[in-house]
């Protein structure tokens, strides 16, 4: 018999109303759960981990950059790079203070919000504007920096790539001249000349070495330049080993060197200021074109990437005692423009840090193309130099030899009245003893309007001063003043007088002169007037005149000069680094009755560059040259490897970048770098992938940040390839091999169903491939899904939010790579409900059992 029955749930009638449905029992919570609890009683899984990215940060009102940075809903849990923070915040704080932030966060690798607002320092993350504010208070602030030009520390903050472990650069130049017609040289080919340039790196140790060949020489085959160089990052050294490059300080001469070596390095770490006045650096925060001036007249013109560059860092001659401009335009269209005005850099060091370098080893010459070593000469270069505090710099220095002790000495000193500098020179030799000293002046003007220059230098050096690997000077005093101003926007001038004698002459020679450059809308005209005077000789006035342009894309310029009475006009072309760059040039020229004619063109070949030049030179019959008619070219290459991947490229002349590809899409054209302007419908780009190997960017500067963009135009959708931009930090002449792609090359279109075959608009939930990925899908308002990042043969699961609980699988067909129409649809299956009535039934026996 039925002996009971409970219900849990009534069963309604068809006559009757249906009950509603009991509200869901909250969830039991303690009341001193965390956030992350809270969240899983009330959702049923782990809330998502934040990301960490770099995020501005604003301390007391002033951007400082980006810093990597983990946002956090709990107040005061948001974890922040210790280091980048730090950095930020200590010269923001007194002395008392950044010893207190030092000892608090030392040990940790991130610092939690909360711990910066704990030291006086409320500090929030804002996520409706997605930046950190911090916030010091005034009796904690020291002076604020507010620096005019911002650097580039964000782009330390960005994911760079991993450098290969080993890598090898390989330059192949050959370059030869076939005359045609001359006076005193046999026709054909001559001047051939095969330069082999190679580097060897292995875990950040450099090998460089290379062979060269000219049937120029006596001796025609030649060992380049042989060293070794290891890089200390962090303490901003560089050591060597070999056929040195000896850096100099002051009045150093300049010699050659082979042994060791160990110097300090500042471009070791670009992003970081160690100059208290760099008077002769400028930096580029974007990539650009670079045209220079000297004196209003144009010289050349210069892609640069972006980075901090010094004037000896362009491949330009000496121009001391001129007026250089740079006229910088961006890739984006807007101008910029930077004018130098000086004799020599007053590089004066930031309070505390040094410069130094020491190298020793036997002195060595080059004879005839061929590097001679004297091993019976064992010589020393070295220089210390510190800046004492931020407005004075002092250091001494030290050459020597079996035959030659140099000791000397530099200090300057900034102040309100402008920028002095003192070098001095003392050496010995078998011959006697000589001295040498120069002193420096230069002031400023504050006004960025008129920026009026004043220039001064003043030297004297005995007959016997010699230093390492320079001779005596025949010039014995030599006094130079300048100075420069603008008087509109458009109109600079500059007057130059100069007055020096000669260990061998009782008289001065005198120089003077004044120099206008007008910048008007169709280009910049300059003019020239010298007056010179010579012992024994007719004082001399000359003048000269130029005028340069933009012409279509490049540049055009003439110029006349009285002094050389020889005339100048020539046009190039712009030209950049993109393979598929096309530039040409000519110039024609008259000086002393000889006309010469040149007209050449440069083109930029995806695994090559080369250059042809016509020359013509026409002579009087009454000249000694005679005439000519050559043509020169050129043409170089490299082989690169990283970490076991070879490849074709243009000469690397620092760092490179390997892009090869996954077997699973090996077929699909890559092309990377990409450069775009509104001229041109399609993109030009540095490197592209091609039947002899994989794309290779051949132009990276060493411990610069260089962001590449790779892009797939041919690959059809849903692969793998293309939409990329990685980043890359190099160390000196290292390489990268990166592997683009994978074997998830698929995309799949289809439409989602129910049970009775009807589509399903706006379902949302996730695909979980066979690797346990998940991806976020959605149908249409027509049940229509688009899901990529398959590949072939794997089954694909489904879950959905919406509808809720429901699931679908598919199997993902053969086929090619790229879009795959399924020819079924898929099916939804539902949730299963639970059942409607939980019942309990007890059957008694006739004892009540």
Known sequence: MLAGMHLYKPKASAEQEPEPAPPAAAPKVNKDASIDEIYGALFGKAPTQAISLPYPVIISGINQGDVMITPSMTQGETLIDRKAIVDLLLPFLIEEKQAELLETVSQEDKVKSGDLTSLGMPTRFDNSNLILVIDIPVEFRSVIPLPIQ??????????????????????????????????????????????????????????????????????????????????????????????LSVPTSALQGNPSLLGIAGFRNFGLQPYEEYRTNPSQQFELQRAAQVMVY???????????????????????????????????????????????????????????????????????????????????????????????????????????DTELLNLGGDAFYTSGVGTFGFLAGLSETDEGTGSAITGLYRWNDTDRGRQLRFDLQARYQSDLY?????????????????????????????????????????????????????????????????????????????????????????????????????????YSSRMDRNVGSLGWDAAYSRQSNIDDIRAGASYIGNRFESRIEQRLTAATQFDGFGSENFTEASIGSALVYADGAFALSRPVYDSFVIFSKNDAVKDVAIAVDPRRNIFEMKPSYAAHSSSLGPAVVPDLNAYYVRTIEVEAPGAPAGTSLGGQ????????????????????NVAVMSLLVDTEGKPVPFAAGYAITSDGERHQMFTNRGGRFYIDGLKHGETVELQFDSPEGATASFEVPDGDIGVIRMPDPVRIAPEKPEAPYQVTVRVMKPNGA
Do not use: C
């Open 150 to 243: 911002p650097r580039i520390r964000a782009a330390l903050q960005l994911d760079t790539e991993d450098q290969a472990k080993t890598s090898a650069i390989v330059n192949m130049a050959a370059g030869t001249r076939y005359i045609h017609s001359s006076k005193y040289l046999e026709t054909g080919f001559a001047a051939t000349q095969v330069n082999l340039q190679t580097a060897f790196n292995i875990f950040d140790v450099v090998l460089e070495t290379g062979l060269r060949y000219s049937d120029a020489s006596d001796e025609e085959l030649a060992l380049n330049d042989t060293r070794l160089t290891k890089d200390l990052v962090v303490q901003r050294t560089r050591l060597e080993a070999g056929d």
């Open 294 to 400: 000297i004196n209003g007249q144009f010289i050349r013109e210069i892609r640069l990437l972006p980075g901090r560059y010094n004037l000896t860092d362009l491949p330009l001659q000496s121009a001391a005692g001129n007026d250089i401009t740079l006229e910088i335009q961006y890739d984006s269209g807007d101008t910029d423009r930077v004018v130098f005005s000086a004799f020599y850099d007053f590089s004066l060091l930031k309070k505390g840090l040094t410069d130094f370098a020491v190298s020793v080893g036997p002195t060595s010459r080059i004879e005839d193309g061929v590097r001679e070593y004297d091993f019976d000469n064992p010589a020393i270069s070295a220089f210390y130099r510190k800046g004492w505090t931020d407005e004075f710099t002092a250091g001494v220095n030290l050459q020597a």
């Open 466 to 570: 010699t230093s390492l690997g320079s001779g005596t000077s025949n010039i014995k005093y030599d006094l130079t003043a300048r100075v420069s101003r603008n008087f509109s926007d458009t109109m600079r001038v500059q007057l130059t007088t100069g007055f020096r004698q000669r260990h061998d002459m009782d008289e001065f020679e005198q120089s003077h002169s004044a120099n206008l450059t007008w910048r008007t809308r169709y280009g910049t005209l300059g003019s020239l007037v010298r007056y010179t005077t010579a012992p024994g000789e007719e004082a001399e006035l000359s003048a000269g005149i130029s005028f340069s342009m933009r012409l279509g894309s490049g540049y055009a310029q003439a110029s006349h000069d009285t002094r050389s009475s020889s005339t100048r006009a020539s």
């Open 725 to 744: 931009a990685l980043s890359f930090l190099p160390g000196y002449r290292s390489g990268y091999v990166v592997k683009l792609g994978d074997d998830r």
